[in-house]
């Protein structure tokens, strides 16, 4: 047993992702409740009456104007109306400098909205589905969000070869009944995926890094193995099944099995790795 | 840009990864670091050293939710620098105060090494999935994020008294939930 409080505080910081992404999810979007604002602090409130008629004449106005606008504009306004659109890298800046002037921090965002008794809208922040949050962040065009896929897809192992720099000896019958699609990065690493009937299942790797699994689960279930030609881990989540298998060989290149959406038989595993490291 | 795009840059050793992350999560790490710290300057280098131990992890390290992923770094980065001394000089922000509270989620302040019985993490995990969502969302930002009950009342409309009860039903339920585990008493 260990006699140490902080050990409670530091496992909280190991709690599940979907707990802290809520957190977050709700930080993006903003404060949605109603902040308790005392009532001297309420002066647009209190004059509502006054401003209310005004604010709806000028929405008029203002709408009878843009109708206008838009109408003599045409089909070329939607292009150029927004100036931060035609130049998205105006408000991006990677600078330590820059950053700290974007990076206000959010207690204090909090304070300045709790003080003006608003209720931020928070317009420019976003949320995704898999849990990334944006905090105003750029607007990037859809350019910029297409990158450089560090893969290149490969017509055959030979060519993955090439292109990796490295030989992986992978038996033309390890998985004859399976589609196996060949990948290679540069330099670093070679990636052969097998599917039955378009879904994966499994895909093998080899390395320059020593782990190239890229698979970043915890798993309850962890086995050691020291064979004759290969040492590495068998993750899963089950005694006696693989989701994740790492190991290496002597000459330091790294190696991964990771399963798709079902584990593989540990045995099985260790006949495929076998296999490849003959 | 998406975050998975941002971790292939990461594994493809470009250093635009760092760029993209600090413009999309910089902000937010900031904050957190802040939270746990209350030192701007301090604040900014744990948000750097998030950084580079993500660029260090990613490859071989793929995270399953990015976001989550940089939360969890640079909270435990800012916790290792309230160890260090000049942190401690400049005050430990709320976590001497969060410390208090949670020792009594621990009766005798005894919890388990890792492999004796239930991993400490799968109870909290287990003890989150059983809160109500208003009272898991409040002791998340309270011991999570390191935020203040004035703060966590004033984001969701709520009483600071309304704040402190539920923390305290929740850190109750924790201390029943270690305690079926053998982890106390």
């Known amino acids: 047993m260990i006699t140490d409080k902080n050990r409670l505080l530091r496992a909280i910081g190991d709690i599940d992702d979907k707990y802290i992404t809520e957190i977050l999810s709700e930080d993006a979007q903003g404060k949605q409740n109603v902040v308790k604002v005392p009532f001297n602090q309420r002066p647009v409130i209190r004059n509502m009456k006054y401003y209310l008629p005004a604010a709806a004449a000028l929405l008029i106005v203002v709408a009878c104007i843009k109708s206008g606008v838009f109408s003599g504009m045409g089909a070329t306004s939607s292009g150029g109306n927004n ?123 080899k390395g320059t890094a020593r782990d190239v699994s890229g698979d970043y689960n915890e798993y309850s279930v962890s086995v050691c193995v020291d064979a004759a030609t290969w040492a590495g881990e068998l993750k899963g989540y089950k005694e006696g099944l693989t989701n994740c298998a790492v190991w290496t060989d002597e000459d330091g290149f790294g190696y991964s099995l990771t399963t798709g959406a079902a584990p593989i038989k540990t045995d099985r595993v260790c006949e495929i790795i076998d296999l490849l490291m003959q | 840009m998406e975050d998975s795009a941002i971790i292939e840059l990461f594994f493809a050793r470009s250093e635009e990864a760092i760029k993209e992350t600090a413009s999309k999560y910089g902000r937010m790490l900031k904050s957190v670091a802040l939270r746990v710290l209350r030192n701007m300057e301090d604040a900014e280098e744990a948000v750097s050293d998030t950084y580079m131990k993500t660029w260090n992890s990613i490859p071989p390290t793929r995270p399953n939710v990015f976001s989550a992923f940089l939360t969890k770094i640079t909270r435990n980065i800012s916790l290792d620098m309230l160890d260090k001394e000049h942190a401690e000089k400049r005050g430990a922000g709320e976590i001497p105060a969060l410390l208090d509270e949670l020792e009594e989620c621990i009766a005798d302040n005894r919890i388990p090494v890792p492999g004796e019985g239930m991993e400490l993490r799968e109870i909290l995990n287990a003890f989150l999935e059983g809160e109500k969502p208003e009272a898991r969302k409040i002791f998340v930002r309270r011991y999570f994020f390191g935020s203040e009950v004035k703060e966590i009342a004033e984001f969701y409309g709520l009483g600071e008294s309304k704040v402190k009860m539920t923390l305290a039903r929740s850190r109750e339920r924790l201390r029943k939930c270690l305690e079926e585990e053998g982890v106390t008493v």
């Open chain 1, 83 to 205: 100036a931060a659109d035609a130049s998205p890298q105006a408000a991006y800046s990677p600078t330590a400098s820059a950053d700290e002037a974007a990076c206000e921090p959010m207690m204090e965002c909090d304070s300045a909205m709790q003080t003006d008794g608003m209720i931020s809208e928070a317009a420019s922040n976003d949320k995704t589905d898999n849990g990334s949050v944006n905090y105003l962040g750029p607007d990037l065009s859809e350019a910029e969000v297409d990158m450089i896929n560090p893969f290149t897809d490969c017509g055959s192992l030979a060519e993955a070869e090439r292109i990796a720099g490295f030989e992986f000896d992978v038996p033309d019958d390890l998985e004859p009944d399976l589609e196996a699609v060949y990948r290679a990065m540069d330099g670093k690493l070679i990636e052969v995926i097998y599917f039955d009937r378009g879904e994966e299942i499994y895909r093998i790797r």
